[in-house]
Each structure stands twice: as structure tokens, then as C-alpha cells.
């Protein structure tokens, strides 16, 4: 079985999956395009995302209480598996019934976060890292109004930062950087 945005989230890691492979360890503690964000505090974020959005998809209660350090022993291959699980539990479409009860959001806006963390942080890492990105365009086109609906509620909750200018003839992947608050000259 597969989703609409289980394909869009297999799709996503696509392309996040080999810039979290080709991280080094000496760029752990490079600083990244999230100020509060070192690549090792986003690599955590990331995996803690992946995780609990895997919880939220069964209507399980997530843990985002703490951000444990997972960077140990084989941490890229835990991620692209943690990031299989993800895909797999927003296939069934029972995943995109009601509401979730731990984040009191309709399920599909919940996946749609999912799929925001995995296609921006991905850029943010690869911003990070001095790899290249290309988002997949039918994310980025489920995403734009996604981000637009969400950035001021996300704004007020310290997730986006404040709006930027998109450079002219800006992509639509980079108005949606600046929508979410990441300078893309």
C-alpha cells in the first residue's frame, strides 16, 4: 500500500538520505542555516522527527521531550532505516483518518510536517555541509502552501524565523526557504 504523502515522504529521503550519508564526522559541529542548530544537534532533530512522526502516524504519543545524541556505531544506516519505517507507516491510509490525538492537528497536515522537516532540513544539511540539493518538485509543490498556511503559527512557536526576501526569478523551492524564514542568495 502506499499514500500520496508516503510517496512524497520515499521521495524526500531520496534526496535527504545521501546528504545525511556523506555528512563527515569532522562537520558534526559545523553551524547550520537553523541558528540553534549545529549539523549534529539537526542530524539529531532529524532522526528524533523521523522517530516520533512514526509514532504519530499509529496514533501513538510521541517523545519530544528530550533530543538523545544518536550519532554513534552506524548512525547513517539507523537513519535511512528509522526513515524506511516513517514512509511505511504514513502507506497505510488508515495513517490519514481523524485527527491526532497528541498534536490535536488532522492527520494530513501531521504527515505534511513529516514531509517539511524531511525536504528543508535536508537542504539545511546540505547547506551545512557543502553538499548540493535538489528537492523533489512535487514535494516542494505540496509544500508551499503548507509552509505558507503554518509559518505564522510557526513563527510565534520559534520553529520558522522571520520571513526573507526571495531573490528574483527565485525557484519556487527557494520562495519556500524564504517563506520558512532561510536566506537563499
Known sequence: MTTEISTLMAAAADRTLPVIREVRDDQLDEPTPCAEFRVRDLLNHLFQVVVNFQALAVREQPDFSTTPDVLTGDWRQRFADETATLITAWSD?????GSSPAMGLPQPVVANLALVDL???GWDLAQATGQS?????AAVKVLTPVIAQMAPQGRKM???GDEVPAPEGASDFVRLLAASGRACV
Open 93 to 97: 491510509p488508515a495513517a490519514l483518518e
Open 119 to 121: 525536504t528543508v532540513h
Open 133 to 137: 540539493y535538489e528537492p523533489d518538485p
Open 158 to 160: 520559534g520553529v520558522f
